[in-house]
């Protein structure tokens, strides 16, 4: 063989071996990128052809795939939309979110606990399918809470979030306004960018899961943090007198702009039974009683309830804040839930289902258990503590304290004949000019055995600035979730 021969054939050998090299690269190494590439349409256009499986609350599906006869064979569908597409969120070509996304794995088939689904398919030249996913909802409360946010006067933003105290377990969770997931998985695609900005362009941010998403000042349902860290002092218990008075300057301020009034509530003068603070959701009380037990410990006491932490994994939560290194006026105001203290819905129900149940604070969940597509129950969730946020003598004081209030204060509109309701109202100052003040409700229920904590949220409503109350909008909401609980 001659030179120029013999050159050519390395040459060839050479570029077979970098084929060689390149197509092992591809098929083994990058494999899982590639396939997990939002520009691999391809891969897109296989996952949305095929069976995901369903997402329950009971019996019925609130989200679906239903055979068709165009290119992708199966539509995703969503028979209760409005009720439900903060919780499933959408499938759509472009993309997932919500459980869709969260649950992916599952409902695609793709999950390691489906892998003998997948054998079988394949063995049997089926075509693969999706394992169903079953959420903890109680679809009485879930209408009841979107039912009481709906018929307030429009337009409304708010949440309502429920759980059971005992577990976690979510049973209802609500976002206003919300939004047709049916239109953005839709197989005409021209339709669903349109659809996509239009609600990415709305003011009201309904694709916006409030319950979770949104973190607004708390306001006197924050007080519940406040009288949990006084209590667990030593130094106070539910008979006790605290600081009353019609007015409370902070410290290291002077002038209007440093104090703090209960703009007309009956608080008394010099010190009053806590249960009249309560009652009457006294500003001075709790602003004072923040300042004395400090802000280290508030601090302490509100982290023990969830604040600055992840809990939530099925849904994108955000952080709830209580601030740190904070000084005495900012301690006073934190005492109240304004200054920089942020909670979302979720968070201030877990504050109540804390105190319901003897001061273990559950971490919350939403899906219950998966199952193949055989319905055979292949995982099921198991109670998790997140933290004990206060001692159990500590529970029975507050939950004294708070069904006072329900009977004698504030939080009147949850009375439900016959059952022993804990509850506080809260009306929190925006903050910000021409917005009106956040509608805020806690409760659990029955006080001494809770079977629900509710937590109601109302952002905003077509209501009078002035007429912008926790316990005349929010309460009735939140009996009406505790009763649908209560009479399953």
């Known amino acids: 063989m001659n030179k120029p021969i013999r050159t050519i054939s390395i040459f060839c050998m050479l570029l077979f071996l970098a084929l060689l090299l390149n197509v092992s690269y591809l098929q083994y190494v990058k494999a899982g990128e590639l396939a997990e590439d939002p520009n691999n349409r391809r891969v897109v256009a296989a996952a949305f052809s095929q069976e995901r499986g369903p997402i329950l609350v009971g019996r019925q599906p609130i989200a679906q795939s239903v055979k068709t006869d165009d290119q992708y064979e199966f539509q995703r569908e969503y028979p209760l939309p409005f009720l439900y597409a903060p919780l499933t969120g959408a499938f759509t070509y472009f993309t997932q979110t919500g459980l869709e996304r969260s649950q992916n794995p599952v409902l695609s088939g793709e999950d390691s606990r489906l892998f003998v689904t997948r054998v079988i398919d394949m063995l049997s030249n ?106 667990e002092s030593g130094n106070y218990d539910a008979s006790s007198l605290v600081p009353g008075g019609s007015s409370y300057q902070l410290p290291l301020t002077s002038g209007e702009s440093g104090r703090i009034d209960n703009e007309g509530r009956a608080c008394g003068s010099g ?89 273990s604070v559950m971490k919350p969940y939403l899906v219950d258990s998966i199952s193949s597509p055989s319905l055979q129950v292949l995982d099921k969730a198991d109670p998790e503590e997140l933290s004990q946020a206060v001692s159990s003598t500590t529970a029975k004081e507050l939950t004294d304290l708070l069904v006072s209030t329900v009977d004698n204060g504030t939080a009147s509109a949850a009375a439900i004949p016959g059952v022993k309701v804990a509850g506080k109202t809260g009306t929190a100052q925006s903050g910000i000019d021409d917005v009106p003040p956040y509608a805020w409700f806690t409760s659990f229920a029955p006080a001494d055995d809770p079977q629900v904590a509710v937590a109601v949220m109302i952002q905003k409503a077509g209501i009078a600035r002035g007429e912008i109350a926790g316990g005349r909008l929010a309460g009735p909401i939140a009996k009406a979730v505790m009763e649908a609980v209560m009479t399953r």
């Open 271 to 359: 010190r009053i039974p806590f249960a009249q603070a309560m009652e009457n959701s006294c500003n001075t009380t709790f602003a004072a009683l923040a300042v004395e037990v400090g802000a280290d410990a508030m601090l302490e006491r509100a982290e023990r309830f969830g604040f600055n932490s992840q809990y939530f994994e099925e849904l994108r939560q955000v952080t709830s804040v209580f601030p740190e290194d904070m000084d005495a006026a900012q301690t006073g105001q934190s005492g109240i839930g304004q200054f920089e203290v942020s909670a979302t819905p979720l968070q201030m129900a877990m504050v109540a289902a804390g105190i319901g149940n003897g001061g």
């Open 126 to 231: 089926d075509p693969p399918k999706g394992g169903s996913v079953q959420l903890t909802i109680n679809a009485a409360a879930q209408q009841a809470a979107y039912d009481g946010l709906s018929s307030l006067p429009g337009p409304v933003e708010g949440a309502v979030v429920a759980l059971e105290p005992s577990t976690g377990k979510v049973l209802a969770m609500v976002s206003l306004p919300s939004y047709d997931p049916n239109r953005l998985a839709s197989h005409r695609f021209g339709e669903v960018v349109k659809a996509q900005r239009e609600l990415e362009d709305l003011d009201s941010e309904p694709l916006i899961n409030r319950a979770v998403g949104m973190r607004l000042p708390p306001g006197s349902t924050f007080k519940l943090v406040t009288a949990a860290a006084a209590i």
